[in-house]
């Protein structure tokens, strides 16, 4: 009876620690090996990116002052132009037939102004002599003064059809290169036309306009020294040109002005960037991205790889000290590197992130932690 006993217990004893053995392997294969990286403070070069439209240092719509038909178009799209050198020709036979007509009308308004004249002459004559009375001489100076005024009235008419006719002939106001042409030989134009004739933009420099919000305005100032914002702009750094094929533009640029009201619609205060463009390799209407450099010496940064976005926030998978995962939000600089987020909040040096596999983990997931790839 004994020994039935001892039997007993000992294979419960090791059914219970065959049982024992066999959890562990399966707890063990539950917990998954991802990477981890152990942020640092590092020191950083970067830039702040910011969309602009680039704006010649002028320019000029052309518009016709007058209505009539294109009979010459002397320039082509992208011709580079003087001032004064002419862009087009409006048919001018009625202008020139309106400036004839008033132009007699000057020299019939000259010659009733002698006439009137000479009459005042005569009475006064036959006054002195009490010919006639007074009033017959009053009369003949109030007639010479009306021809005097038809006389400056019809003056004034032939101005203004020799201005009609100087308007048929429009030359660019500037030295600059030309727009587009919407319009061609043949096509009826007037003043009030939706579109211009084309526009000419000097772009030997080119400004760069760009937005801040009211809130990145203070951040973005603070950076530099001194206590105006004049001042500020001494310290700025050189900026970089990023074009829409993405290459950058060969010569830097200086931020120069910043608008003194923010724009009540957007609260978005402005700034305005200029680059030299002598070889004439930047076009006026264009869009391109504008780069500031900054530098951060204890830099908190995350690769771009290793965040996901929700609802517009960032965030990451955080380890913590029992090597569980929690999804942490984040917030980041303006300023990036091609790379790299700078993290402004959510976390600090020492903590530990997922850098792979985001897509297999859950929130209050336990991982185990292979900081083989930290960097």
């Known amino acids: 009876m004994?020994?039935?006993?001892?039997?007993s217990c000992l294979s419960a004893c090791l059914i219970l620690s065959s049982c024992g053995n066999s959890k562990n392997p399966q707890q063990q294969e539950n917990i998954q090996e991802f990477p981890v990286l152990s942020l640092t403070p590092q020191k950083a070069d970067?830039?702040?990116?910011?969309?602009?439209?680039?704006?010649?240092?002028?320019?000029?719509?052309?518009?016709?002052?007058?209505?009539?038909?294109?009979?010459?178009?002397?320039?082509?799209?992208?011709?580079?132009?003087?001032?004064?050198?002419?862009?087009?020709?409006?048919?001018?036979?009625?202008?020139?037939?309106e400036m004839n007509n008033k132009n007699a009308a000057v020299l019939a308004a000259a010659a009733n102004l002698e006439t009137a004249s000479i009459q005042t002459q005569r009475t006064k004559v036959l006054v002195e002599k009490k010919i006639v009375n007074s009033f017959e001489l009053t009369s003949a100076?109030?007639?010479?003064?009306?021809?005097?005024?038809?006389?400056?009235?019809?003056?004034?008419?032939?101005?203004?059809?020799?201005?009609?006719?100087?308007?048929?002939?429009?030359?660019?106001?500037i030295n600059g290169v030309v727009g587009s042409l919407p319009y061609k030989i043949g096509t009826l134009v007037s003043s009030t036309s939706e579109t211009a004739l084309t526009t000419i933009a000097n772009t030997k420099q080119i400004y760069a306009y760009f937005s801040l919000s009211q809130q990145q305005l203070g951040a973005f100032l603070k950076q530099y020294d001194g206590q105006?914002?004049?001042?500020?702009?001494?310290?700025?750094?050189?900026?970089?040109?990023?074009?829409?094929?993405?290459?950058?533009?060969?010569t830097k640029g200086k931020i120069e002005t910043l608008s003194g009201v923010l724009n009540a619609s957007t609260g978005a205060a402005n700034f305005k960037a200029v680059f030299p463009n002598p070889e004439g390799k930047l076009w006026s209407g264009?869009?391109?991205?504008?780069?500031?450099?900054?530098?951060l010496n204890h830099a908190i940064m995350v690769p771009k790889s290793t965040t996901f976005e929700l609802q517009g926030k960032y965030f990451v998978f955080k380890v913590d000290q029992k090597n569980i995962v929690h999804h942490t939000a984040i917030e980041i600089m303006e300023a990036v590197t091609d790379k790299n987020y700078v993290v402004t909040k959510g976390l600090a040096?020492?903590?530990?992130?997922?850098?792979?596999?985001?897509?297999?983990?859950?929130d209050g997931m336990k991982i185990k932690p292979n900081p083989s790839t930290s960097k």
């Open 46 to 97: 970067l830039f702040a990116e910011y969309p602009t439209t680039l704006q010649g240092e002028q320019t000029v719509e052309i518009r016709s002052k007058v209505d009539g038909y294109i009979e010459q178009v002397y320039v082509s799209e992208g011709t580079i132009v003087s001032k004064g050198q002419p862009l087009f020709k409006i048919d001018a036979n009625s202008f020139q037939q």
């Open 141 to 173: 100076k109030n007639a010479e003064q009306v021809k005097k005024a038809e006389l400056n009235q019809a003056k004034a008419e032939l101005s203004a059809a020799k201005s009609k006719l100087a308007y048929t002939h429009i030359v660019s106001p």
């Open 286 to 295: 264009a869009s391109a991205t504008i780069r500031i450099p900054t530098q």
């Open 2 to 7: 004994k020994t039935t006993l001892i039997y």
């Open 349 to 362: 040096a020492g903590d530990q992130i997922v850098t792979e596999g985001l897509g297999n983990l859950k």
């Open 228 to 250: 105006k914002v004049n001042e500020k702009f001494k310290h700025m750094p050189q900026v970089s040109l990023l074009m829409q094929d993405g290459e950058i533009y060969s």
